[in-house]
């Protein structure tokens, strides 16, 4: 009897693993269709022939066409958060390998001078990811540098995804992370959103490392087929000139959309993505070929009075405020330098109080 019970038992559960199997067959085959293959699945890290995404080529050279002898580029750090300035040594390098002067402004808390001060002797000014607000008196004093013809460049990122390369990590807090940009950019009719772009159907590596191509032909995408953005955040405004591929969504809404992320209007151009210069995104896919247009632009202008911005008046004093240069040395058009200011070097870190070239290491200025 026990073996006629155990034997039933056995009957009894063997029925209802073939009911289940039964019933998961129709279940899956409801509706006409059946699920997917994994073949068919169009993320690359969901392919079992190729579960880890293939990374674009890394073999480019970043290089320049326009010539920049005697162009002063700034680097604005005063307003930024920690940046390693060894992520810019190729940047820094083909600038003044090609006769540019390429420097740090560290701000008056360093030992620096005032943000117009600087403008005052140079011809293009270059933005990552602010996080400082900027004053009155140095809007203004944009505003009149880029009415002389001095070129702007920013590059912004978004909070809600880690950075890479750079290594500068934005919070803001209930402010939003586009609020120290967005004065900069709204005086160009030019907007950066919030979140941050992905792609889960086409991507480098990580689907927030986004594919971006041209949106037209202009100066800024010459030899430029297709980038790459970590985690970039729209740009809206101006005149697009590279957009994410199709299917990228943006984290705030998750909507598809054409999403900008390189725009110009007239002397500023606004990157949506702080990495793409970096040296570990600066060589994937066509990067280097977009980062050298943007280097082009930034030592095109024609800048003239080439001091503009103008000193203050005594109202104006403060510490976004332009101060009257004594003395200091001459650069690029031959304004005077008030102060010294740290002077980006390829191949070591500048210091403040410091000048460079190419070759050495930081010597004073003179």
């Known amino acids: 009897m026990a073996l006629t019970g155990t034997v039933a038992r056995v009957g009894f559960f063997a029925a209802v693993v073939v009911v289940a199997a ?58 930024s958060a920690s940046i390693d300035r060894e992520e810019l040594s190729p940047l820094v390098s083909t600038l003044t390998e090609n006769g540019a002067t390429v420097r740090y402004h560290v701000g008056e808390r360093q030992g ?92 480098d590596t990580n689907y927030r490392s986004v594919y971006a191509t041209p949106a037209g032909d202009s100066a800024l995408t010459d030899g430029v087929d297709r980038t790459v953005f970590y985690a970039a955040i729209p740009v809206r405004g101006g005149e697009q000139a590279v957009t994410a591929t199709e299917r990228t969504k ?4 998750r909507r598809q959309g054409t999403y900008g992320v390189v725009a110009r209007s007239g002397p500023v151009v606004a990157v949506g993505d702080t990495n793409v210069i970096s040296q570990e995104y600066l060589y994937r896919a066509d990067n280097e070929e977009l980062v050298g247009n943007l280097l082009d632009f930034l030592v095109s202008g024609q800048k003239s009075p080439a001091d503009a911005p103008q000193s203050a008046g005594p109202s104006q004093s403060g510490p976004g405020a332009t101060v009257p240069g004594s003395g200091g040395t001459t650069i690029g058009g031959g304004a005077p330098a008030p102060q010294p200011e740290s002077t ?23």
């Open 250 to 253: 943006l984290s705030q809404t």
């Open 112 to 203: 620096g001078r005032p943000l117009n001060a600087s403008l005052r002797s140079a011809d293009a000014l270059v933005v990552i990811g602010a996080q400082q607000h900027y004053t009155e008196s140095q809007l203004d004093g944009l505003s009149a540098f880029t009415d002389a013809g001095g070129r702007v460049l920013l590059l912004n990122e978004p909070s809600q995804a880690p950075s890479s390369g750079l290594g500068i990590q934005i919070s803001m807090g209930n402010e939003g992370v586009t609020s120290p940009m967005a004065p900069l950019a709204s005086q160009y009719g030019l907007a950066y959103e919030n979140g941050y772009l992905y792609n889960m159907h086409e991507y």
């Open 344 to 366: 980006a070097t390829p191949e070591s870190t500048a210091t403040p109080e410091s000048t460079a070239t190419p070759e050495s290491t930081a010597t004073p200025d003179e």
């Open 22 to 79: 039964v019933v998961g067959t129709v279940l899956v085959g409801s509706g006409g269709q059946s699920a997917p293959a994994v073949s068919e699945v169009d993320a690359q890290s969901f392919n079992s022939d190729g579960a880890v995404a293939t990374a674009p080529a890394e073999n480019g050279t970043l290089s320049m066409s326009a010539g920049a002898e005697g162009k002063v580029v700034v680097i604005d750090t005063a307003h």
